[in-house]
């Protein structure tokens, strides 16, 4: 078991790595911080925070106020707001393009902003698997809570593609939509935006090959960093 607690801890330190990167790059070379880095890490860890609140809700019903529609009324509203949130985790992963840097002249050197944008990127990819894994985790153990083997039925790994899918459509939606979770809160101005968007021919085949780039990378991801995760437990629990 002590094995199986090596990502969530690894991820974790990554996560505080790439935070310390991004607040030294000021004093060390001068420069002001670059606050959205900052915020899109605050951003990337929070679908992981209200996940955690979610469970406390749960318990706190079945403890105080054991009542089964109550108690699907809360599950329904957290996954909503933690599928909103999701894309946000895997967001940093658009760090990538520097946008940080002057364009002449910047006092940081490239490789040091090269370490620091690959912390970024992987810790949010990471952050965000991490994330499907606790809700595939959470979601055989609704199911089938009494199976040997839950993970050999296909369902919860339809359930982890259909998740990384629309993670990879809100990510494209944030970076080429210029859309947040919090948009959705205006309906209206959030359909006429995403309308005058996707008039546009090109925008369609842009959107078809994002996704499906990055949904098979973070497919892969899954498969090579999760999926070992997943049958250790199995094991564990058989």
Known sequence: MNAILLLPAGIVLLNVFALALVLLRAPVFRLPVYWPMVLNIGLSVAPAVVLGIGLLLVLGVITFVPNQALMLTVIAVVLLVWVLLLPNSAYLVTELNFSHRRPTDDPAPLWYDIVMVLSL?????????????LVQFAYVLIVRPNDDDPYRQPDSWVLVALTLLLVSVG????????F???????????????????????????LGGFVLVHTLFFGLMYLLVVAPVVLMVAAVSA
């Open 121 to 133: 990127a992987l810790s949010g990819v990471l952050n965000m698997l991490m994330n499907v894994l």
């Open 171 to 178: 990510i494209y939606l944030g970076r080429y939509v210029r």
């Open 180 to 206: 947040n979770s919090w948009d959705l809160l205006h309906p209206g101005s959030f359909v006429r935006k995403l309308a005058g968007h996707f008039r546009v021919g090109a925008h369609w085949r842009t």
